[in-house]
């Protein structure tokens, strides 16, 4: 478990030249980027059709009819309303309102509490919010919820670094570098 009561009251420090991390400004934070369809879900595909066999030579007694193709799921209710909340979280950043983006993506972690992009967008918020621990444990949860998502994972290292570099923690933040670096490989 990492000590973390050294973020409470950290300033932040100067990244070294040689990183290759880039840090938005506080007055103009950085937009979640809307033109990406993060965290949307595409619908369920729609149930393999049933394989063809050949017909047995009629029984005696007829067999039922076979019963009728299965109708694809409905798309989730949820679905819709997590786009709606990343939509207003996006229109938030665009005008500067980070509290009210970090409340709508609450709000839509509370409908799908297992989506990693939402969970790394949220740490993106609290990143710009200077909440550098809160920033690392959204990057962290995302990273656990990934799967294979090494390109999202990367993107979550790179956050953690900037978090941890901001709190005066180099030696944790170059750690968290090398393991976006190995990620991207």
Known sequence: MVDRSVYRNAQPQPLPPQSTVEVTPLQQPTPI????????????P??????????PPP?????APPPAEPTPAPEPEGNKAVVALLDNAAEAVSTGNLD????????ALRIEPRNASIWHDLGQIRLHQRKFTQ??????????????????????WRLIAVARRAAGDTAG???AEAQAVILER
Do not use: F, T, W, Y
Request: hydrophobic share 40%; no cysteine.
């Open 59 to 63: 029984p005696a007694v007829q067999p």
């Open 135 to 156: 920033a690392e444990s959204m990057a962290e949860k995302s990273n656990g919820l990934a799967g294979g998502n090494n390109a999202l994972k990367a993107r979550n």
């Open 173 to 175: 933040a170059d750690a």
């Open 100 to 107: 009210q983006a970090a409340s709508a993506l609450e709000r």
């Open 46 to 55: 729609a149930p393999a059709p049933a394989p063809v066999q050949p017909e």
């Open 33 to 44: 980027v809307p033109e990406q369809q993060i965290a949307r879900v595409p619908p369920p």
